[in-house]
């Protein structure tokens, strides 16, 4: 690496960059201002106005906890390499297969700190579609099926803390932590969700979510019209992704439902 003394206004972009990837491997948690300046050695002034120039490009964000965090734009610069990532080349052989025999729209979605990012979907043959997210949106957890299977897999604390950061933007049935903790321990033990008109009116969906990496996790779902979500089609439909994704060699949530998939032709599938 070239010597950034010899580079005229190199010094302030190293310690940017070097302010940025600190916040972002504790984005999770969030890191103040104070462990900025002790990991760094800089003096305050200096780290609040690099930080003030990171927050004012939306590369950091910072909340009412006076912590900060990856903002939107670092976001989208790391998940704009997504529709190349294996998962996705790994999951589509799957997400054909599941769309073909639903014959509805099948979703794949990552979780990107607080939000759920699709990275691909694929069409089934029903010629009314469910096209509620496009490949590249991003969510808050806790939007859409996909996402809220995703909401899931926080734990305890993270929920917490999603909460308090997030409780203006939920459902009015989200809003408090116990609404979320009941709804994340009901998904962990039927092993899937199912949602209606969460993003769009006449909309259900049924999402699965999956451990990519130990801390990693995405969801893949099936959203379709109101009329074709009866009881017995949504439990056939998580019963066959997660089938799929067992096949795939993808680790489930725990307390999965039970795994009976029964006939591949769907309940209610039209001729």
């Known amino acids: 690496m070239e010597d950034s003394s010899r580079m005229p206004g190199a010094q ?16 999770e948690s969030g890191i103040s201002l104070a462990s ?17 120039a990171l927050v ?22 790391g998940l704009a ?14 997400m054909i297969r599941l769309a073909r025999r ?17 990275v691909h979907y694929e069409q089934g043959a029903f010629p009314i579609k469910a096209l509620v997210l496009q490949v590249g949106g991003l969510r808050l957890l806790g939007v859409g099926s996909a996402g809220t299977a995703l909401m899931a897999t926080l734990s305890d604390t993270e929920l917490e803390g999603f909460q308090a950061r997030h409780a203006a933007e939920l459902a009015p049935e989200r809003k408090s932590l116990a609404q979320l903790r009941s709804l994340s321990a009901q998904i962990r033990q039927q092993g899937y969700v199912s949602t209606d008109n969460l993003v769009a009116t006449g909309v259900s969906g049924v999402g699965v979510s999956f451990q990519v990496t130990p801390g990693t996790y995405a969801a893949i779902s099936v959203g379709a019209i109101r009329s074709r979500m009866d009881r017995e089609r949504r439990e056939w439909i998580a019963e066959l992704m997660k089938e799929e994704l067992r096949n795939a060699g993808w680790s489930l949530m725990a307390a999965p439902a039970k795994s009976r998939v029964g006939n591949p032709r ?6």
């Open 81 to 94: 390499t997504m529709s190349r990532v294996p998962i996705m080349e790994r999951c589509r052989p799957m």
């Open 36 to 52: 900025l300046v002790a990991a760094t050695a800089l003096d305050r002034a200096t780290a609040y106005r690099l930080l003030g």
């Open 266 to 271: 769907a309940p209610g599938a039209q001729d």
């Open 12 to 27: 302030s972009v190293f310690r940017a960059i070097h302010l940025l990837k600190l916040v972002g491997l504790n984005h």
């Open 102 to 118: 639903t014959e509805d729209t099948v979703y794949l979605v990552v979780r990107n700190g607080d939000h759920a990012h699709c």
């Open 56 to 77: 004012q490009s939306g590369m950091v964000a910072r909340h009412g906890d006076k912590l900060y965090r990856l903002g939107p734009e670092a976001m989208q610069l």
